[in-house]
Structures are given as C-alpha cells and as structure tokens.
C-alpha cells in the first residue's frame, strides 16, 4: 500500500526534523508546507506593507493559508497519483477537524482507503521552554516574529489535534519529541508507519 503520512504539531516540536529521520527508510515526497509556499507567502507579506514572517496577522489567514495549505495540498494529489508515498509536514489543524477534506484529497488522486494507508503523528514536546529553544536553534527568519512576541506565540506544545478523518485510531500516533531522538525511537515510528 501507498503511505500517506502528516507530521503535525506545533511550531518547534521538530515535525520536520522526525519526518526527515523516517525519510532516510521509506522513500516518499517530502512536502512540508512552509518549503512549498513560504517564499511566495513572504512576498505577499511584503508587499502588502506586512511582517513577511508574521503567519499570525489576520490578511496572511484571510488570504494565504488556504493558498499554502491548498497547494500543497495539489503536489499531494499529484504525487499520490503517480503512485508515490508521501509525507506532510504542517500543523494542518483546520484540515484535520474537517471530515471531508481526506476523502476529497484521495478522490482527487484517484486512489481509495484500500489502497492509501494514512497516518498522522502528532509530534510534541513537554514544555514550551523546549520548544522556544528549538526554535531558536533552527535559526530560521520566519521565526523571527515568533520570537519577538514569544507571550503572544506560544502555543501548548503537548496540544494533540482534533482528528476527524475517517481512519483508525490505531493510524494515530502521539510522539513526545521531547529528548534525543534515539535510533530506538525512530525504529517505533518506522514499525507505526509501516505496520511492520
């Protein structure tokens, strides 16, 4: 079967950094959504007279992250289409609570339930004082807003989505990405998206 894996969580909690590491073994598009959309999303920002890296205003959601989510939402479908595994990387918190939204994105692809098995990890952290060092480790300008209103940001990072898509409980996996992330603990996360 097709994999069709989304690391969610909240900013810092190293979606990226366990995504990549499962990458390494099972090969699969790699689209995080910040890569996709974030220099046009920046661009927009700017010349609208905006923070290009404040995603907290309310033009960036009442303009652009639909755009974002959407398109990377379409390489998605492309990618499913041509009978590649693919791995997610966002918060893709609307997207979750919306039942509808998984069943469009495999209609779209022309693939079915019985043929895409999708997984969500919900990578997360104990405390927001990790999470705001990770940030500021990754040393990334988009985090610089972040940072800078860091009372306004934070966000609990323990925070497990709604899932209101139409999968198995067992095809949710709650990832605290709190300590070193261990050979042992990358090998759990394999054996959870594999089924092995």
């Known amino acids: 079967m097709q994999k069709l894996v989304f690391f969610v969580g909240v900013a810092g909690t190293g979606k990226t950094t366990v995504a990549k590491k499962l990458a390494v073994r099972i090969p699969a598009a790699f689209l995080d959504r910040d890569t996709v959309g974030g220099r046009f999303v920046e661009k927009f920002l700017e010349s609208n007279g905006l923070d290009p890296n404040d995603r907290d205003s309310a033009f960036y959601k009442e303009h652009l992250r639909d755009?974002?989510?959407?398109?990377?939402?379409?390489?998605?479908?492309?990618?499913?289409?041509?009978?590649?595994?693919?791995?997610?990387?966002?918060?893709?918190?609307?997207?979750?609570?919306?039942?509808?939204?998984?069943e469009d994105v495999l209609s779209a692809a022309g693939r079915s339930k019985q043929e895409v098995d999708v997984k969500v990890v919900v990578v997360a952290l104990e405390d927001m004082e990790l999470q705001k060092e990770r940030i500021i480790d990754r040393q990334t300008e988009r985090d610089q807003w972040k940072l800078e209103h860091w009372d306004d940001f934070k966000t609990r990072v323990n925070f497990v989505p709604e899932v209101n898509w139409d999968i198995p409980e067992s095809s949710i996996l709650v990832f605290d990405n709190s300590?070193?992330?261990?050979?042992?603990?990358?090998?759990?996360?394999?054996?959870?998206?594999?089924g092995a």
């Open 67 to 102: 755009l974002e989510y959407d398109t990377t939402k379409d390489i998605c479908i492309e990618n499913l289409n041509a009978g590649q595994n693919v791995f997610m990387i966002s918060p893709f918190t609307s997207e979750l609570k919306n039942p509808q939204w998984m």
């Open 179 to 194: 300590g070193p992330l261990t050979e042992e603990k990358v090998e759990g996360l394999y054996r959870f998206v594999t």
